[in-house]
């Protein structure tokens, strides 16, 4: 790899992606994306007992799809690098335990799939492993108990609020040849804008956003039109708007490359999600469908993938701190 | 790097280690490694209005003191590899929140040291960051708080219980050439035998040691012999014995290369912490102290770094899951 600028790096040896595997629940079954996913549940709890034993099995069954596809058995899988939003990052663990594989677990809140993505392909790149894996997952049922109210609580959501996508997505990389690869990467900064409103996360991602596609297109001297499209992972409308915005004030037009997977996956005529879609599994169910989809297709080439976080837990609100975020982006290329 | 075995690889660019350094909660500061540290705290507060934010300052003075030593500025850093056990992993994202660096968050629950050390010196030795930092933290009454009682309860402790230390380490890493250095490392799998009893965390560990520690002597075809110690973190007295145990029934005795953290920490005849210490901070602040000191005096020039963690939740605990334990394994030589 070449260090390149504050933050980034290419990835010299470029590491393929070989295949990949999107599941997703019923209500993002039933949105814009539904024909893009390799799996649509019909039951969210995937027949367990607990919401959070159906996500660890979300992660269970992309690995599995994914490497179906190749034709592969997961032992082929040197390396996993994933994550999820449970406390203590258990559905990533537990579904780690019942597919024992060298894992490193990480935590970059909604961000995790390209923290996980900018990992694996490091290892890839550098030699570490010839193969791995980057997962992550979220679900809606797991996310509401955790971080606001149980579900059947019936508890109102504010119009700023986004829904935590029920999804997971898997990634598989190799050191083989492969027309789609990963190009290079920019590290992420905490930013913190003051935002403290936990019903608004797109408010309080949208600078990192900002911060991380504006040094990462100054680090490798590159502009929004060297991309065919620019995605953030998931500000949903309020925060795409934001983003819009403060490039805008910097002279700089995203509106035409941009688009943002919370905004994405949900139909908002149709679908009532009041700002869009949010969670690990939501840029990672949309990169693992209708993206990397519409780049083995050849309609989109090139590719910068930028996963949000908000790196808050309840306990910080309740302590009354402020928001912090963080953006990763990977840029995925594809050359025949 | 050079893929080797199954689990293992070589970092054929080592990264070198520059700077590090450790500190440690009054308790701890009693312990037999007080002189070891470089800051003992009076106040484990460290003049906040809360644990949490007592466990950020932790992390960010950790950092600092790593850095103070070098005569670096926080801007030497490219990247931030590190985590903690709180929920979110909001210790360390609120660290570097107000110390703004590239930032990579981790979980690997008390193995997080080891396993950010592996990911910052992928990045040093793969080119991605010419320095990086591996820091994590831990905290008593953050841990008891979030894992079991607040501490007002005056809860009774078991007898097969550890004590989460109160405590930091910071690594540096750069691609300048060192004496002390990384050479390989071993990407742990998550093992579960069972266990449920969220008391006895040792127990649940060491078979992750046993398995990581095994793989990695077997994918680099050596044994105990060529290490002058292998330290696991933090597996106490308890899970320690269950180690050399396992390892005796494989007809390989560890008994004069293995020490843990957990059993290092405090002196079990002075303080009672019960089956010994645990937490990121732990074995994070045991490296930083007596290891990787004596590794600067000479008397220690091979050592494997094996931190454990147990990668369970309350929740999980609660739903009556078992435990599952992961280890990654870290070489780190001494090469004049």
């Known amino acids: 790899m070449e260090r390149c600028g504050r933050q980034s790096f290419w990835f010299r040896q470029e590491p393929g992606i070989c295949s990949w595997a999107s599941i997703a629940g019923r209500k993002e079954g039933q949105g814009p994306l539904a024909d893009r996913f390799d799996q649509v ?23 599995e799809l994914a490497l179906e596809k190749i034709g592969k058995g997961r032992f082929w899988v040197q390396l996993v690098v994933g994550g999820d939003l449970l406390n203590q990052c258990v ?18 809140a909604c961000s995790t799939m390209a923290e996980s993505l900018l990992i694996a392909g490091m290892a890839v790149s550098g030699g570490a492993a010839h193969t791995a894996a980057a997962i992550t997952s979220s679900h809606f049922a797991t996310a509401e108990r955790q971080y606001r109210l149980p579900l059947v609580y019936g508890g109102q959501r504010s119009p700023s609020a986004q829904w935590t996508a029920t ?11 492969q027309s789609i690869r990963l190009e290079s990467a920019t590290v992420g900064k905490v930013a913190d804008w003051g935002i403290t409103d936990a019903a608004n996360m797109g408010a309080a991602m949208a600078p ?38 403060l490039f805008d004030r910097q002279g700089v037009s995203l509106t035409h490359s941009h688009r943002d997977c919370g905004a994405m996956l949900f139909s908002p005529a149709r679908q009532d999600v009041h700002a869009g879609a949010s969670g690990c599994g939501c840029s990672a169910s949309v990169l693992c469908s209708e993206l990397l989809g519409r780049m083995q297709e050849g309609t989109l080439r090139r590719l910068l993938f930028c996963a949000t976080g908000a790196l808050l837990s309840p306990l910080t609100s309740q302590q009354g701190e402020t928001i912090p975020g963080i953006c ?8 025949d």
């Open 41 to 63: 549940l019909t039951d969210d709890h995937l027949g367990q007992a607990s919401w959070e034993q159906a996500e660890k099995k979300l992660q269970e069954r992309s690995l």
């Open 167 to 177: 999804a997971s997505g898997c990634v598989l990389l190799t050191r083989e040849p």
């Open 91 to 108: 559905a990533t663990s537990f579904a780690l335990r019942d597919q024992p594989l060298p894992f490193l677990g990480v935590y970059g």
């Open 328 to 335: 990763h982006a990977v840029s995925i290329i594809r050359e």
């Open 208 to 245: 990192a956003a900002f911060e991380t596609i504006l040094t990462h297109l100054e680090d490798l001297g590159r502009g929004p039109e060297d991309y065919d499209l620019i995605v953030t992972g998931d500000l949903g409308q309020l925060g795409s708007s934001l983003l819009l915005d």
